[in-house]
């Protein structure tokens, strides 16, 4: 009971110590028990072999090695299948020349009128089959088809290439 109601009750109701059940309290007094003991066997030293023969260390050693080599020998096909270079990666903002397809928002940025409204457009919008296919945006206006004209001949559109078309939108550069 809170201490306010069992004020309020006469002293022959009161009980001296709170309800709970003696078999609840001998569980609990295991469990600490239990979680200390388990506790300190954790900081508790391994139980070593007395000696260590030539002959264990040679296995020991075998075994590592064959580990070491089969896992090594999984690793490998992974990195043969990684793209070391992409062909096309000044298209992605540093050349003259811009992807639609791969090329990030902020690649625009050398274009002046491009960035942010056309540029966010463009690469919301993709992918582009050709150059052309951009004036198809839906939501244009007349102002940024202008510059997208004004920079037409700087733009080409490559197939989209998943590793770079990702973080067209937000490449998490920042000012």
Request: charged share 15%; aromatic share 6%.
């Amino acid at each position: 009971l809170p201490l306010a109601v069992s004020s309020a009750l006469p002293p022959s109701s009161r009980s001296p110590t709170p309800n709970i059940h003696p078999k609840k309290t001998v569980t609990m007094k295991l469990a600490v028990i239990a979680a200390l003991v388990s506790s300190a066997a954790a900081f508790a030293p391994n139980a070593q072999p007395a000696a260590q023969t030539a002959l264990n260390a040679e296995s020991d050693r075998r075994s590592f090695l064959g580990a070491a080599a089969a896992f090594g020998a999984a690793a490998l096909p992974l990195a043969a299948n990684a793209v070391v270079d992409y062909e096309n990666v000044a298209l992605l903002g540093g050349s003259q020349t811009v992807d639609l397809n791969n090329a990030n928002v902020r690649a625009y940025l050398r274009m002046p009128g491009m960035y942010p409204a056309a540029a966010g457009k463009i690469v919301t919008h993709g992918p582009y089959k050709s150059v052309a296919d951009v004036y198809n945006i839906p939501g244009l206006t007349n102002a940024e088809k202008e510059v997208i004209k004004k920079y037409e001949s700087r733009f080409t559109a490559k197939a989209v290439a998943p590793e770079y078309a990702i973080d067209r939108i937000n490449n998490g550069l920042y000012r």
